[in-house]
């Protein structure tokens, strides 16, 4: 017998109970009611699938240390001027799976995510540095400094030059 393409799923002594308790229904039907019998068997199958899917779901679900660890490296220097690139090396995930984990763990893109901890680091680097916003661009992953102050001002809702201005902690 050929087990290419079976499918096996793990069952616990909890899991035999479960099935044994959902399936007492069926424990009087007669053997000639096929119509119960047919309904036997599909009930079977969707528990059967139903484990499936849930052993899948806990291997692929994001262990938050893991999502935690993505956070973390998406913070350093390298990640934050390099972007997604450096950060998959950094971790070792491909692209989609990376993105997919961070949705699934945070609701939230990707992108998104990088370019809040950019602005973040902008922001901080604007209040407590006297770099020049090319250089601050440059820091937080941007070559082009029109673009650096387009995000930075739909992110904060006011300019880079201004959010220095008002905000600076340094003299």
Request: glycine share 4%; aromatic share 12%; net charge negative.
């Amino acid at each position: 017998m050929s087990t290419e393409g079976l499918i096996t799923v793990p069952f616990s002594s909890e899991d035999f109970k479960s099935l044994e308790a959902s399936l007492k229904y069926f424990y009087t039907i007669d053997k000639d009611d096929f119509e119960k019998m047919d309904n036997l068997g599909k009930s079977i199958v969707c528990y059967f699938l139903f484990l499936y899917v849930k052993n899948l779901e806990s291997q692929t679900l994001p262990n938050k240390q893991a999502v935690d660890e993505i956070l973390s490296a998406m913070q350093t220097p390298n990640v934050l001027q390099n972007g997604i690139p450096a950060l998959i090396k950094e971790v070792n995930y491909s692209h989609g799976h990376l993105c997919r984990l961070i949705k699934q763990h945070t609701g939230k893109k990707l992108l998104d995510i990088l370019t809040e901890m950019r602005m973040e680091q902008a922001a901080l680097l604007l209040r407590t540095t006297e770099s020049s916003l090319l250089d601050i661009a440059a820091m937080v992953g941007y070559e082009s400094l029109s673009h650096f102050i387009s995000v930075f001002e739909k992110y904060y809702s006011i300019s880079p030059y201004k959010y220095r201005k008002n905000f600076k902690t340094i003299d």
